[in-house]
């Protein structure tokens, strides 16, 4: 079993910041890509940022020049820093990851299970 566990999800006023963390912990035997999804209330769920296990990057439009993603494989972690937020922002933001749990098998995505973020004065 694969589990994914965010952290650092709150309320923060407008042009703050806040960084989220997500560590995978289970019989994992490599990552692929790993990053950061949102949901905002009546919204499909949307890619904010994804990170490669070669470290290449991808954000949303939206995020770009304000979030910043990052990942330690030592820790099976990746990072969300987030700057200069607006309102809009707000949204449960769900951790991703594509985990092989051994050289034979392919890797599958897991999500984890979301952290709210509110941008509000």
């Known amino acids: 079993q694969v589990q994914l566990v965010e952290s650092g999800g709150g309320l923060v006023q407008p042009g703050g910041s806040l960084k989220l963390s997500c560590a995978a912990s289970g019989s994992i035997a490599s990552i692929n890509a790993m990053g950061w999804y949102r949901q905002a209330p009546g919204k499909q769920r949307e890619l904010v940022a994804l990170?490669?296990?070669?470290?290449?990057?991808n954000y949303a439009d939206s995020v770009k020049g304000r979030f910043t993603t990052s990942r330690d494989d030592a820790k099976n972690t990746v990072y969300l820093q987030m700057s200069s937020l607006k309102p809009e922002d707000t949204a449960v933001y769900y951790c991703?990851?594509?985990?092989?749990?051994?050289?034979?098998?392919?890797?599958?995505?897991?999500w984890g299970q979301g952290t709210q973020v509110t941008v509000s004065s």
């Open positions: 991703y990851a594509e985990v092989r749990r051994s050289y034979r098998t392919p890797y599958y995505p897991y």
């Open positions: 990170i490669t296990s070669g470290g290449s990057t």
